[in-house]
Every structure is written in structure tokens, then in C-alpha cells.
């Protein structure tokens, strides 16, 4: 219904695929400063339906699948500790309805995909330690090589999985160690392609950052990480467990926040988190250890990469944490000791999961300073013509020009303009625009060029007669000239 | 033109399907649910895996996409069923109905 909208989709994610598409190959776009040598895994799941369909109507589904395959991995892991079939269903649908995830689900980022991957390692290897079977690994291998190549923060998953996984299979006898080759090499192979790519282009894998090792630079970059990490949103400059703690609190009473959007700073993981599953989570453990059940792997694990990746605070990092969450609220709406308990825990949750799932759907919050889109506004768009539904029209104003530019013009964008925000809208739902980045050399003929008051191209441009004016305000568009 | 687009989306996913459902059987998944993760785990990883080579190859269009998915079909069907693995209710659904197959798989009964 809605055409692409979230921010860093629009900035980069989409910007990519759409650049790949049109360059029919995997070389860095030249059209996004920041994210060109990311990891870029995700974006291949988003080409998939751009390359076949020949429009990005579908591309919005890709992270609902992932939203799926999550819950599948999760209800695999309630299974492993105990639960009954349904329960395990309810423990999945339940980590579904987190807020956080549910309002990311229908946009092309990359958490959904990251935490689905990584909890379908989980319950691989949660099923290798149970059963012995070396295919488990392979899973486990797959899984581990879609998440190391999806996301920076991946390599942080990545390399807690393959330890846990080197750590079962070498306990497991011989075969256990052929596997644990087999298990390094595929998530590898999945994983490295992008780290050794931007090694061979730019003398660095993770470029464009430095690596430091004991005061020692390792790889030389641009940017260290530290440069381009989001502060939090609240308590900035205290220490990071009150920045948890006071995140996880905005959920207490989260009508306080408005809706839930598809990157929420504060709060995210739903009133579930703090009133039911956090709670829940030390008496769920415990039965775990209690009964050496392999699923505490999986709890370690989560616990393991919150402690260490950089957005503690934020939800859309931790939607690992609601994962475990689910299963505990549902062990213990099936498993504590008084019947009393076990239907308050079932109320409780049933409510609870209801107001995330109304405070996340009865608008769409675009954020990045437009206005949100109500859930009405949104269901009455269906069957509107394509231009009554574009991120111009509905969002951001300053793409509202791309109504009258030609489906097959060139347009021309200046990257280093501040306020042009966005690329990917320039190359149209069908990525029939040929969109090229400003350079000095000429402008191409006939070509539509974004810049912003006052740049030397702006300048340039008002002085140049082949050119006019179509879009006045902080970002400037000028057309050809009849 | 949007036909067939949708037409090249629906071929293309069914090929995947049936790639990764063939890849799934011949991993042996344990229960329903283990079938279902495996497959997805599969058909995400088949995705990557093809893009990547017609993508680093010059070659993104869709054509050599599809040849790349329909090999991979043919291959791992063929595997399977060469593996006595062609899909029975009994190998994919509901055969770890009972609590006891989460805790030890049937190759280690």
C-alpha cells in the first residue's frame, strides 16, 4: 500500500539494491557516503523481489517472512525446553507482537532479519547439543553466515554463535569435529564475501573503519566506530545500565510515548517486557538449570550478546531479549505452581500483548520529522493510483517534485547537500530513473538535478539558463530548461 | 509488463521452494518445527548464495537468477531422491509429536 518510507531504507538500504540493479553487478553504490562497504547481505534479500517483480511494491514483505522464520525459531526453542506444541506457538506469536518488531517488519532495514537468523542458529545448535545430528550444524553454519553478513552488529552474534558451536561440536567426539569445520567454513563462505571485498578494494574488511588492537592500527579507515554510534535517547552521558534501565521503563506506561515506530529510541520492547517477561525470565531460568535443559544455551547466549554489542538501550538491537521473553511468559502461564497464577500470567499477557500490538498499528510514524500516517488513512490508500501513495506525497514534501519528473529522466543528486536527505525515492517505484551522484564535470543533458540552497551547484545552476527552478526551500530541485 | 513481473516473482519463488525444500529433507530436520526453521534458514541462505554469484559475475538480471535457482532445484532433488529422501508426511510433519524426540533425535535411538 504504502511505498518505501523508513529513514536509513530510503538513505541506503534501497538506495543499494537499486544501484546494483541498475549497474547489473555488487559494486559499491556510488550514490550512499555512509553505508556503501556495509555488510549488505539484507539487501540482497530485498533485491530478490525488486530483480523478478520489476517494481519495489513487494520489497516491504521481506522482513514480515523473517518475522516468521523468528517466531518459528522460537516456538523450535519453547520446544526444546519443554513446552507443549501450543505453547510453543504462543511463545512465537508472542515475540511477533513486540512492538519494536512488529512496526519494523513491514520496512527494509535489517534487525528483523538479524535476530530471526540468529535466534534459527540458536535453535540449531540448541538441537545439535540435544540429538548429535552434524546436519544441525549445517543450519546452524547457514544462519550464522546470513546474520555475519547482514549487519556491523552481526559480527558480534556471529562470533558468540560459531564459539558455542565449536564449543558443542568438539565435545561431541569425532564427528562432532568434522562438523565443526564444516560448521566454520559455511558460515563463512555466506558471511565473508562482503568483509573480503572491501579487503581487497580498500585494504580493509570492515572498512570504512579503523581497526585498533593494544594502541596498534590494524586496518586503516575513515571513521572510527565510536564516530558514528547513536547516543541514546535518554541519559546520554550516564552509565549504560541506567540508559537500560530507564529505556526499558519508557514501556512501564507506554501510551506516554504515542506510537511505537519502526526504530524506536525509547522503550520498544512493549509492556510485556518490563511487567511480565522480565519478571518471569529468573524463575524460567532457574527451572532451565534446575533441569539442565539445553534451551538455557539460548538464554546464555542472548544475555551474552546484549552484555557486549553497543545498543543495549535500544530495542531494535535487543529484539533477542523478547525471544526469550515470549517462551518464559508462556512457561510460566503453563508451568507455575498455582492455577491462580498460571491465569494471571495468561490475562495479563493477553492484555498486555493487545496494547503493544494497538500502540504499534494505530498509526504509521514515518519519524525523521514528517507526520504520522493513521492506520484508516493507511487502509483507505488501497487501490489509490501509485502517485497518491508516494513518500512525497504522504511524507517528506520535499520529494513531492518526483510527480512531474519523467519515469525515464536522469536525475542528478548532490550527496553532500545536508538537507537532501534521501536517494532511493529518486529512482521511482520501477527503478526506471537513472540517478547519478553531483560530480565537477558536466551535468548530463536534459538531466533533473537535487541540491540545497546556497551549494556551489545551487549557485551554479540559478545562473545556468538550460536549467529552471521546480522546488524551492531548503533542498532545491531544478529541471531542464523547455 | 507488471504480469510479467509477477509471473518471473512466481517462478522464481517456487524454484526456491523447491530448492530448499529438497536442501531441508536431505538435512534430515527432526520435527515439524525444525523442518520449518531448516527450510527457512535454507531458502534465505539460497537467496544470498545465488545473488551473490550472478551479482559478483556482472550478471544481477534476472535470467541467469532463475538458472542459478532452477540448477539448484534440479540438483538437490535429484540428490534427495537419490538419497531415498523424496518427502513423506511421516519425515517432515509430525514425526516428533511426542515429547520424548526433543530430547534425542531417531539417529540416536
Known sequence: MLAPFAFDALTYHLTIVASWLQQGDLSPTPLSLCCAFYPANAELMFTWPVLFAGSDALVGTVQIGFAVLAALAVAGIARSAGLKPWAAAAAGALLVVTPALLAQSPTSYADVIVVACALCAAHALVRFAVTRAPQRLVVAGLAIGLVLGTKGTGIVWATVLVVAGLVLALRAGRDGRRGAVVFVAIALVLGSPWYARNWIQKGNPVYPFAVQAAGVAVFDGPLRVADVLTPSAIAADSPWPVQVVRSWAQDLAPWRLGSYDYQQRLGGLGPLWPWLMLPLLVPFTIALARRRSPALLVLGLVALVTLVQPYRWWARFTLALPAVGAIAVVWGATCLPRPWLRNLVRAAALVLALAGVALSSFEVDPAARADPLRAADVVALIGAPTSERGVGRLFFDEYRFLEHVPDDATVVVDLRAEPVRFVYPLFGSRHTRRVLPATSGALPRGAWVMTAVGRPLDRALRRDVGFRLASVGDVRVYAPAP | ?109
Do not use: K, Y
Open chain 2, 1 to 109: 509488463m507488471i504480469v510479467v513481473g509477477v509471473a518471473q516473482l512466481l517462478l522464481a519463488c517456487a524454484l526456491l521452494a523447491v530448492a530448499a525444500g529438497a536442501t531441508s529433507v536431505l538435512l534430515r530436520p527432526d520435527s515439524g518445527i525444525d523442518a520449518s526453521v531448516t527450510f527457512g534458514v535454507v531458502a534465505a541462505a539460497g537467496v544470498v548464495a545465488t545473488l551473490l554469484l550472478c551479482g559478483f559475475a556482472g550478471e544481477l538480471r534476472p535470467a541467469p537468477a532463475l538458472g542459478v535457482v532452477a540448477l539448484w532445484a534440479i540438483a538437490s532433488a535429484a540428490l534427495a531422491r537419490r538419497a531415498g529422501l523424496v518427502p513423506r508426511r511421516s519425515r517432515l510433519l509430525g514425526s516428533c509429536s511426542s515429547r520424548s524426540c526433543w530430547r534425542r533425535s531417531p539417529s540416536t535411538r
